[in-house]
């Protein structure tokens, strides 16, 4: 074939698709823009509005009518307590969870269906599970509208997140180790207990504070089970009323006057910086972990 | 005298030496019979019949494909472990049959040790490697009969003297085919019967390969060895049988000859296996 | 002298590991069941409260009147004014995720190298982290009379735009990171075949990885839809309690999820009306939810066995 002449057209559309050749990785680039961007101008805003509120009164303080004395330590009690608790029930039973999933079926019916309804209850939105918790926890089992029943709510919630980590975490142990640990006529468990858990942990942790982070965050489901926005002391014991930090800011959110907005701006602040830090905290865990942990015989 | 229980199978353990226990169960520590394994909807391997003799090497040959890992698998129950598979037919050791109802895997596993195509230690230091099985069986040894059981298996595996200085080093630190006799300290170091080979050599250099079929050559009076592999030359060197392995026009596996290693390469009476080790197929 | 183990002891270690393996095994398999366990609380709980709720209202009632006045004196519970808030809202967070989302998981697939990837992936993340209270504060006190009111005179300080795209950043993790996942999910000999016949990188990006995870991004869709229908917080703080049918998202209205929010920090007791409003509300809710959850599951596996 000889050359080709190119109609006026047909030059048009090529250098239209050169264009578009070199428009769209910018075009594409844009939107990462503007999801980073609305987290940065939320932050620096959040940061603008309330960071000249920041003090030991607002972390050593109770809830007060006047903002100048307003503080949120009841609802951080609340909220250490009831993730914490939350954390104590979800994590090992994520971890146990997985372990029947990943190491002891083999893939049968009933673990299929049993996977299934895991991913089933991450989908149920969250308010849900404080209504529920209402329901069936605080008035039919009459636990009341009290920390356990908090945070059996939040474990209940975290529980499909932390375990599909934790299942991640176990298969991503090579099968060779768990054969020759088999074939050396170790059981199940001893394989889990020796090969795959120590291997799985340090990102297992990992889930568990992503679970936990979760939990710190929510606000929905505790605002149902609690109802109380405004408590004036410490958490005594697992059936004390309780408020938590999201519900705290909520309230503080919610009154008109702006010095409760400033308010309620540097104790975001607060909320956040115990997210990074937890972050960190996993993070750095992690990496401690995976050089110490099963490294040696346990 | 018949051997029908599982616990019948202890009891000979306990009281009987290994020549009694010969007398008893015949020359043949493991006899496989009318094995069919299904993964599945699909079938691996079907009608095999093989016995193996004691303190004998039989290699399994054949072309990639033709089941010889999953017979080999079958023999200490690894396939339990795989989703799906399907075992029918009996596979006898000592004269019991490993599938029966009452017999344990983990019992199996611990009296047939397994060694795997890529060497695989734990990531643990070389001692606890070695040590790994008589922990989890619950040998419950003083710390210096458990170096001396280590100690044996590592001399046995001819890597004492690589490793001796350097025991609590992790495993890692070997080189590949250090990392292979390693796994083989390990296997042998819970004093199993027999040891299954899949490939162990496959992935190692010729020096490694050539050391490590010299350590079977030298263990194999006290050890009835299975090794599975598609190196014939390495089934000439090492093995006392051969079984040949072929499939099927439905590619299911099948056992096509068996016989003494020397009569399988110099007259094979199959068509199929002649071609197979002058290399026309597979 | 080779240390030699007797026999007797390996069998009563073996006995002892069974046992103890079996235990393990029934813990590790209730803990298990605990999920499937709690989701049939969940559905006995809320269909219990619903059917008392149901012997006083009508299903008929609930489900075709225009009037929610559970708070008042005169009651009416027609669900479709929440309904409607709830649709809107969504509509609008969809409308910012699904193409932001889109566009990211194909910046990440198509032209991110695996450094820029690792930066990018988790930075994107992290909308998802911050507390939806935050996002409602945004909402509420920046969104809307910074960027919103400056363009439309007539917005009402609490308001169903706002709400919604604020919905819509806190979703894109789900748009992106499940798309993300179907375009990583082409087969790359796609992508070489494109390029042999003379595409351009945007050509595969665009006409090649674009329509073959369709189903993917499709069911990422759905999938964030049914999450932004059971946002709470954000409509709870920027959409008020306004329980009005209305089309107009400058308008204050209450979303499903806003009601309950009001119902339980007000004062409902345990058994009256508003209560078992809660339930019936909140079963009304799952049930949408769950069936668009059940098609993106669907669509997921159909794309997944595709390759």
């Known amino acids: 074939m000889g050359h080709q002449v190119l109609t006026g057209f047909e030059r048009r559309y090529i250098r239209l698709r050169k264009t578009i050749d070199r428009l769209l990785p910018i075009i594409l680039s844009l939107a990462v823009f503007i999801a980073v961007a609305t987290v940065a101008s939320l932050l620096l805003i959040v940061i603008i509005t309330g960071g000249h509120r920041l003090s030991w009164n607002l972390i050593l303080n109770y809830p007060s009518a006047n903002p100048e004395e307003a503080g949120m330590r009841s609802a951080i009690m609340g909220s250490i307590f009831t993730v914490g608790l939350s954390a104590l029930i979800c994590i090992p039973l994520s971890i146990a969870t997985a372990i029947y999933l990943v190491e002891y079926s083999k893939g049968g019916r009933l673990s299929s269906i049993l996977s299934y309804n895991i991913a089933n209850l991450a989908g149920v939105p969250s308010i849900i599970f404080g209504v529920v918790a209402l329901g069936f926890l605080g008035y039919w089992l009459g636990m009341g509208r009290t920390i356990i029943t908090g945070a059996f709510t939040l474990a209940i919630l975290t529980l499909p997140l932390v375990t599909v980590t934790c299942v991640e975490a176990l298969k991503a142990v090579p099968d060779d180790l768990r054969l020759g640990a088999y074939a050396l006529g170790a059981t199940t468990l001893q394989v889990v207990r020796h090969i795959s858990l120590p291997r799985a942990l340090p990102m297992m942790l990992t889930g568990g504070i992503l679970g936990i982070s979760r939990a710190l965050g929510e606000a929905a489901p505790i605002l149902v089970v609690s109802g109380l926005l405004f408590i004036r002391e410490d958490p005594t014991s697992l059936f004390s009323k309780f408020t938590v930090m999201p519900l705290q800011l909520y309230n503080w959110i919610s009154r008109p006057q702006p010095a409760f907005v400033e308010l309620s701006s540097a104790g975001i602040i607060v909320l956040l910086l115990i997210l990074l830090a937890l972050n960190g905290v996993a993070i750095a865990l992690r990496q401690y972990l995976i050089r110490r942990i099963g490294q040696t015989w346990r | ?282 | 002298m080779a240390v030699t183990v007797s026999i007797k002891r390996l069998e009563r270690s073996i006995e002892r590991r069974r046992r103890v393996d079996r235990i393990f095994y029934i813990i590790f398999l209730l803990s298990t069941l605990i999920s499937t366990v709690s989701l049939i609380v969940i559905f006995t709980t809320l269909g219990f409260e619903s059917f008392n709720f149901f012997t006083h209202v009508s299903i008929v009632e609930f489900l075709t009147s225009t009037k929610w006045t559970a708070l008042f004196s005169e009651k009416h519970f027609g669900v479709l004014p929440l309904l409607n808030a709830t649709i809107l809202t969504s509509l609008i967070a969809i409308a910012i995720a699904a193409p932001l989302g889109v566009m990211i998981a194909l910046f990440l697939s198509e032209y991110a190298s695996s450094d820029t990837r690792s930066v990018v992936k988790p930075l994107v993340e992290t909308l998802a982290g911050i507390p939806t209270v935050v996002y409602g504060y945004f909402a509420l006190y920046f969104v809307t009379p910074n960027l919103l009111r400056p363009l439309w005179e007539g917005l009402q300080l609490h308001n169903a735009l706002a709400v919604g795209l604020m919905i819509g950043i806190l979703i894109i993790p789900i748009v992106a990171s499940i798309s993300d996942d179907a375009m990583a999910a082409v087969p790359s000999d796609l992508r070489l075949a494109a390029y042999a016949v003379g595409s351009r990188k945007s050509d595969v990006a665009l006409r090649v990885v674009l329509p073959a995870a369709l189903s993917g991004v499709s069911a990422s869709i759905i999938l964030a839809f049914a999450r932004a229908m059971g946002e709470t917080m954000i409509a709870a703080i920027a959409g008020g309690f306004r329980s009005i049918l209305t089309f107009n998202i400058g308008e204050s209205m209450e979303t499903m999820t806003a009601y309950i929010a009001q119902v339980a920090t007000g004062d409902a007791p345990h058994g009256t009306i508003e209560y078992q409003s809660l339930f019936a509300v909140g079963l009304f809710l799952l049930l949408i939810t769950a069936s668009l959850n059940y098609i993106g599951i669907k669509v997921v596996k159909r794309w997944a066995i595709r390759y």
């Open chain 2, 1 to 282: 005298m018949e051997i029908e229980s599982y616990n019948q199978l202890l009891k000979n353990y306990v009281e009987l030496s290994k020549e009694e226990m010969s007398d008893i169960t015949g020359p043949e520590v493991v006899k496989v019979e009318n094995l069919k394994v299904v993964y599945g909807d699909k079938t691996a391997i079907d009608g095999v019949n093989i016995s193996f003799k004691r303190n004998n090497i039989t290699a399994i040959i054949g072309p990639s494909g033709c089941g010889k890992s999953t017979l080999l698998r079958s023999i200490n129950r690894m396939n339990d472990l795989i989703p799906g598979a399907k075992v029918s037919g009996k596979v006898y050791f000592n004269g019991v049959d490993v599938y029966s109802r009452d017999v344990d895997p983990v019992f199996i596993r611990s009296k047939i040790g397994m060694v795997f195509q890529r060497p695989n230690p734990f990531p643990f230091s070389i001692f606890d490697n070695v040590a790994f099985g008589l922990r989890v069986n619950g040998f419950k040894l003083s710390k210096s009969e458990l170096y001396e059981k280590v100690k044996d298996a590592l001399v046995k595996a001819a890597l004492w003297d690589e490793v001796k200085d350097r025991l609590n080093k992790h495993a890692y630190s070997l080189s590949g085919g250090q990392q292979q006799r390693l796994c083989i300290a390990r296997a042998l170091a819970v004093d199993p019967e027999v040891l299954l080979l899949d490939e162990p050599t496959v992935s190692l250099d010729p020096i490694s390969t050539a050391r490590i079929e010299s350590l079977l050559r030298s263990i194999k009076d006290e050890y009835t060895i299975i090794i599975v592999t598609h190196n014939m030359l390495q089934a000439a060197r090492v093995s006392d049988y051969t079984a040949v392995m072929m499939p099927d026009e439905n590619m299911v596996g099948r056992i096509i000859e068996f016989g003494e290693t020397r009569q399988i390469f110099t007259n094979p009476r199959d068509k199929r296996t002649e071609d197979y080790i002058s290399g026309r197929i597979g």
